[in-house]
């Protein structure tokens, strides 16, 4: 996995969890499904690139 993807997916789940925090504590939803789509999206990306990795050995 490339340091600059895996570095991205790492930020998308980290963002996504504060977005879901925030939303929770505020009660808003969309901001609870905002953070919980962008944790998929990082995590997402990470399976990706393990996969790629996976076929270059």
Sequence with gaps: MSAD???RAKTEQAKGKLK???????G????VA???VDQSQGDARQAKEK???AFRH
């Design 20 to 26: 879901e925090a925030a939303g929770r504590a505020t």
């Design 5 to 7: 993807e895996k570095t």
């Design 34 to 36: 905002e953070g919980q």
């Design 51 to 53: 996969t790629k990795d």
């Design 28 to 31: 808003n939803e969309r901001l």
